[in-house]
């Protein structure tokens, strides 16, 4: 499960504010909410309610895969880095670096298939034509 389709599945203003909160929106031209206009958003005076939300498992765990997204485009970003200067340099520094970024591109992306492998799997409603 990603971000995305978590919070789908939880109440629409938590939703909302995890969304202000960490500044992910769909449309990158708009700019990002200003308290004010997420607290008019969802109907609320204070962040009070959201605040203690912030402290409940649930938000914890939304952050954890928040964080984890994040991760993986860092991981691209290093690794194009690294790849680009053990190609130019040479160096055998830069070389171990890059090998031990593929074992870890490779571990991610095991992972990865038997994630989507389960959702097909789950998808799968045993009729036979």
Request: charged share 35%.
């Amino acid at each position: 499960m990603n971000i995305y389709e978590a919070l789908k599945n939880i109440r629409w203003d938590y939703s909302e504010y995890f969304k202000y909160k960490f500044g992910i929106r769909y449309d990158q031209t708009k700019p990002p909410k200003s308290q004010e206009d997420f607290l008019r958003l969802v109907g609320k005076k204070t962040m009070n309610t959201y605040i203690q939300w912030e402290r409940t498992k649930e938000y914890k765990d939304l952050v954890a895969l928040y964080l984890q997204s994040r991760v993986a485009n860092d991981l691209a970003e290093v690794y194009d880095k690294v790849s680009t200067k053990a190609k130019q340099t040479a160096d055998e520094k830069n070389i171990k670096l890059m090998l031990t970024l593929h074992k870890e591109i490779n571990e991610h992306a095991k992972q990865a298939f038997l994630q989507f492998k389960d959702v097909e799997e789950e998808e799968d409603d045993g009729l036979e034509l």
